[in-house]
């Protein structure tokens, strides 16, 4: 793994953490201020906008690691040359989802950039920004899997967090 991949990887997984703590702060915040009968309101809006965010990151990290859920019953009576189509063809899927978050996240971002959220001046537009963007991580992410099973390099096993069924 190079140097800049390490870096990249190092990063994604400090802005998982990052956004975690933010999420465990609201919601702490939240249960806090309610359980003194001064509750914010800001604070439910905040974790729900955190919680997608965590989501799309950790999106990225089991993309990266290979360690989605997967159902590998059927690759695993297969010949190993057509594992390999097998899963390029589920690497090329996951792809075309991609491209079509890009393609509808873009405008998403737009029809809700100039609303506000509820409890806070800011744009409902923030809620949707990750999607283009993780989007095309993943789609390379993707692409990357698909050279690296081509040029021979394992992709039977998922890293360590990931089960195969």
Do not use: K
Not at 20 to 34: C, F, K
Not at 86 to 99: D, K, N, P, S, Y
């Amino acid at each position: 793994m190079s140097g800049i991949s390490r870096f990249l990887d190092h990063a994604l997984r400090v802005l998982a953490l990052l956004l975690t703590l933010a999420l465990l702060a609201s919601v702490v915040i939240g249960v806090a201020m309610r359980a003194i009968n001064h509750p914010v309101a800001w604070s439910d809006e905040a974790a729900q906008y955190l919680l997608v965010w965590t989501g799309f990151t950790g999106w990225m990290i089991a993309a990266r690691r290979n360690s989605h859920i997967r159902i590998t019953m059927l690759q695993g009576f297969l010949p190993h040359a057509l594992r390999r189509v097998g899963e390029t063809i589920v690497q090329l899927a996951l792809v075309g989802f991609c491209l079509a978050l890009i393609w509808w996240g873009w405008p998403l971002i737009g029809r809700n950039w100039d609303i506000d959220w509820v409890s806070l001046p800011l744009s409902a537009g923030l809620l949707y920004l990750p999607v283009p963007f993780v989007a095309l991580v993943v789609s390379a992410q993707a692409l990357l899997a698909i050279g690296e099973v081509w040029r021979g390099e394992t992709f039977d096993e998922p890293e360590a967090g990931g089960q195969p069924l």
